[in-house]
Structure formats: structure tokens, C-alpha cells
């Protein structure tokens, strides 16, 4: 399928409204329930899960449908993405110049990083549940929050031709002199 205007808005309009819905519908129900507990939130950021244990109405349920949601979300994502990926792949294999092949390979490169990075976070909690005293959840969310969106503009950086040479300057001239 080729990429024209009208079906990348489209794209970005679904997206954009999936994730709207998502986050409109579980702050609804989140304000909507009774908080009795400490006003502290035990995570590095104000999560979901953790809201949910301070409410007075804590129900195993209410937590495995908003996980639930949250994991079809992610597995929808997750696959989106990989089926992008095998069309990507089939397309540059059937590319007759390796040149050609080489630079469609090392532009995905640093988005599969990313990718990895996005993803490989988000699916830890799923794989290696923690134990509620392990703080694993509160490195996760600090990889998945700050980490990745801070390294996210060198990953892409590092295939630019200026910032190489930049680089390639700065160290000839630590090293050299």
C-alpha cells in the first residue's frame, strides 16, 4: 500500500483517537472512584495501577480491566509495528541495488532502537511481574519516561552526517591534542 496524504492523516487521526478515548474513559472512572487511602502515590509518576490501590473501592477486577485495556493497546501497537516492519523488510530485500538496501536497513535501524527501547520497557512489567516492595515498577517507569525520550533525539542524531563529523572533530581534537 503506498503512504499518501489522506491515509498518513487518517492514520494519525485514529491514533490520535485511541489514545484520546483511552485516556479520557480511565480518567472518568478514576475520578469518579472513593479515595480513603495516604494521598501518596508510590511510583515515579501518577500511574493507573498505582491510583487504583488507593482507592477504597480496590477491586482485583477494576485492576485486571484496566490492565486488560492497557495490554490490547500495547499488543495492537505491538503488532502494528511488526507488521510494518515484515512490509519494510520484503520491500528493501526486493531492492535490486545494495546501496539502495544498505540505506533503507541503517535509516530503520535507529527507529527499531527506539522501538525496541519503547516497547521493551513497556513489555518488562508483563514478562517479570514485581513484587509490590521490588521497585521495579518505578526503574521501568523511569526508563520508559525519561530515559527513552532523552536518548531518543541521539539515537536518531548519530546517522547525520554534521553531528558525525562534529563528533569525529571533537574527539581528533581531545585525543590528538
Known amino acids: 500500500m503506498q503512504m499518501n496524504p489522506s491515509h498518513c492523516v487518517n492514520l494519525a487521526v485514529l491514533s490520535w483517537s485511541i489514545g484520546f478515548l483511552n485516556s479520557l474513559l480511565q480518567t472518568v472512572h478514576l475520578a469518579s472512584l472513593p479515595y480513603c487511602k495516604d494521598n ?100 521501568v517507569a523511569v526508563i520508559y519516561g525519561v530515559i527513552t525520550p532523552l536518548i531518543n533525539p541521539f539515537i536518531y542524531s548519530i546517522r547525520n552526517t554534521d553531528f558525525q563529523k562534529t563528533i569525529e572533530r571533537s574527539l581528533h581534537r581531545n585525543i590528538f591534542h
Open 40 to 139: 501518596k502515590v508510590n511510583n515515579f509518576f501518577c500511574d493507573i495501577p498505582p491510583l487504583l490501590k488507593l482507592s477504597c473501592k480496590h477491586s482485583k477486577y477494576l485492576e485486571i480491566f484496566v490492565n486488560l485495556i492497557g495490554e490490547s493497546i500495547l499488543v495492537g501497537d505491538l503488532v502494528l509495528t511488526i507488521t510494518s516492519y515484515i512490509f519494510i523488510i520484503r520491500m528493501v530485500l526486493r531492492t535490486p541495488r545494495k546501496s539502495a538496501s544498505y540505506k533503507m536497513f541503517s535509516t530503520c535501524g535507529s527507529h527499531l532502537t527506539v522501538v525496541t527501547l519503547f516497547f521493551g520497557t513497556l513489555l518488562i512489567p508483563f514478562l517479570h511481574p514485581s513484587s509490590p516492595s521490588s521497585g521495579q515498577d518505578e526503574v
